[in-house]
Nanobody, 123 residues
Framework: QVQVVESGGGLVQTGDSLRLSCTVSGRTLMTNTMGWFRQAPGKEREFVAARGWRGDNIWYGDSVKGRISISRDHAQNTVYLQMNSLKPEDTAIYYC????????????????WGQGTQVTVSS
């Protein structure tokens, strides 16, 4: 079993930056993919970013491309999501997800999820 715990959400203003963190523990594989998704009220869960166990496997969602970056600390089993130039439309619950080596941008490609952390961007 894998435990996924996010942190770092909060209330910020338009144009601010925020860094989310996600730590996994339990029966994890070294060759995993870590992803971030978000879900706003009344909308479907949307892919934000993902990073594979190899440094060259990185994907970003179209709506956030250019404003965010995802990084990993393998020693700490932690993945970070750095978000810059935040907009009100970035307001959502952000979920971290753990998947196998072939996971990428699909919700169904991830097996374990955190509880989510709220990000609210005021205008």
């Amino acid at each position: 079993q894998v435990q996924v715990v996010e942190s770092g959400g909060g209330l910020v203003q338009t144009g601010d930056s925020l860094r989310l963190s996600c730590t996994v523990s339990g029966r994890t594989l070294m060759t995993n993919t870590m992803g971030w998704f978000r879900q706003a009220p009344g909308k479907e869960r949307e892919f934000v970013a993902a990073r594979g166990w190899r440094g060259d496997n990185i994907w970003y969602g179209d709506s956030v491309k250019g404003r965010i970056s995802i990084s990993r600390d393998h020693a700490q089993n932690t993945v970070y999501l750095q978000m810059n130039s935040l907009k009100p439309e970035d307001t959502a619950i952000y979920y971290c997800a753990y998947g196998g080596p072939f996971a990428a941008s699909g919700v169904n490609e991830y097996s374990d999820w955190g509880q989510g952390t709220q990000v609210t961007v005021s205008s």
